[in-house]
């Protein structure tokens, strides 16, 4: 059992003496699993770097063993953000999302494909990310979700079926609301940022910021919670970042912690 493909590196957890355990995300297989011998080595920790895309070969006896992965370089996304924080932790944020909740051995080409091309422009162009990469971010998020079958219903007002003026989501039901239809309900609401409905549009760092809250409710809620998993760390700490450019506080969406219960 065997197969080689480019991939995304996920993660890599030291293991025994000199080894380390390696996710990577492919477009073909999805998320594997493996042994890299040597991986957290002097040698072999730059190449398992979170964020890298490799040319990575998995083998094993059987298919449901672990099994052996190589791999050799393609792109170092890491090495490249060192002096980057706010970039840098885009991609842990975007690999550590990705390694948390998709299922181990089932094929996501669309989120691999939006991961590759985020990682590739986020390393290579960091100014990018800082100005204008958040709305990709929170969209590739939303991909996710729909991906893992918890996709939002943004199309038209869950109150009247218009699609003008949409402002709000329901924390409840994933569905979009008007503004106008808001009313007294409107304290309870997730906000809907422009620029999820109109990719042209970059926004503002309190717009991602409120694009993080919706995004982070449901992944946290749904895509985690039925895995009994909480947010990973590097989200919570990228929508920390995002909220001290907003100037705001952070709120329970965006942090993983005592999400609202509408009725």
Known sequence: MEWEAPALVLSATPYGEGSAIVHVLTGEYGLYHGLARGGSSRRGRPVWQTGNLVRARWSARLSEQLGGMTA????????????????????????????????????????????????????????????????????????????????????QCALGGGQDDLAWVSPRTGRAVSDARAGEWRARLLPLPAFVLHPEQTGTPGDWYDGLCLSGHFLRRDAFGQRHRPLPEARIRLADRIARLADVVPPDEATGENSPQPD
């Open 72 to 155: 050799e370089t393609v792109h170092a996304s890491g090495a490249r953000l060192l002096d980057h924080p706010l970039p840098l932790a885009m991609l842990a944020s975007l690999c550590a999302l990705a390694d948390g909740s998709l299922p181990e051995r089932e094929p996501h080409p669309a989120i691999f494909q939006g991961l590759t091309s985020l990682l590739a422009r986020i390393s290579l162009d960091p100014q990018w990310a800082v100005d204008a990469a958040m709305p990709e971010i929170v969209r590739w998020e939303l991909l996710l979700l729909s991906e893992l079958g918890f996709g939002l219903d943004l199309g």
